[in-house]
């Protein structure tokens, strides 16, 4: 059986009843849903403009049923350290790594932090076997959201992120038409709407 179930599209990282969206992430259908503070209409879909715990407000008006979703910005300071397991959505890349703005602390963006903090995943920390066959093309693509392990504090400029574990990798992608993935294996994506596939380190669901 495979270790990555159907999806409806929507990867929501969640810690115990509250739920974390990311920057780009869809949160609801538009046609039971009012728009609310921190998210945007895109489609058909609300989406999340900023990383943050998810609020669902019940409307007061009848015949309304529609309840509006909302993203408070977080409060605190939090700071990542080597060992912590990272939230972040990929920049840019190139031959030899992927830069990446780590949004939120913890496998589940428990803990989203207040200003992003930049990092890189360099081509020999994708994979744990085979490394000189990693491609970072294959790997990642700009907007996807990965769950990594900081494993260096870096220079003044980046934290060095890994994602050579089985459950790390990318938990949510676009593909190049726009639309969202599903999983369907440990490298690839699958577009739905489209009918086609695309090359990831993918994240094994935790």
């Keep these: 059986m495979s270790p990555f179930p159907p999806s409806?599209?929507?990867?929501?990282?969640t810690m115990s009843s509250r739920t974390i969206?990311?920057?780009?992430?869809?949160?609801?259908?538009?046609?039971?849903?009012?728009i609310g503070s921190g998210t945007h209409i895109a489609g058909s879909q609300l989406h999340?403009?900023?990383a943050g715990p998810l609020t669902?407000?019940?409307s007061t008006t009848k015949p309304s049923k529609a309840a509006t979703l909302s993203i408070a910005r977080p409060t605190g300071t939090l700071l990542p350290e080597v060992g912590t397991v990272v939230l972040g959505k990929i920049t840019r890349t190139n031959p030899r790594q992927a830069s990446l703005n780590i949004?939120?602390?913890?496998?589940?963006?428990?803990?989203?932090?207040?200003?992003?903090?930049?990092?890189l995943i360099r081509q020999q920390d994708i994979r744990a076997t085979e490394i000189d066959k990693v491609k970072?093309?294959?790997?990642?693509?700009?907007?996807?959201v990965v769950r990594a392990q900081v494993i260096s504090l870096g220079d003044e400029r980046s934290y060095y992120l890994s994602t050579a574990k089985n459950e790390l990798g990318v938990v949510m992608a676009t593909s190049e038409w726009g639309n969202q993935m599903v999983p369907v294996s440990w490298r690839e994506f699958w577009?739905?709407?489209?009918?086609?596939?695309?090359?990831?380190?993918?994240a094994k669901p935790v």
């Design 191 to 202: 577009d739905e709407k489209m009918g086609v596939k695309e090359l990831r380190k993918v």
């Design 21 to 34: 969206a990311l920057p780009g992430q869809p949160i609801g259908p538009t046609n039971t849903h009012n």
């Design 136 to 144: 970072v093309s294959e790997s990642f693509r700009v907007g996807d």
């Design 56 to 58: 669902t407000t019940p």
């Design 103 to 119: 949004l939120a602390l913890g496998s589940t963006g428990a803990h989203v932090l207040r200003e992003p903090f930049p990092a």
């Design 48 to 50: 999340a403009s900023i």
């Design 8 to 13: 409806n599209g929507l990867i929501t990282p």
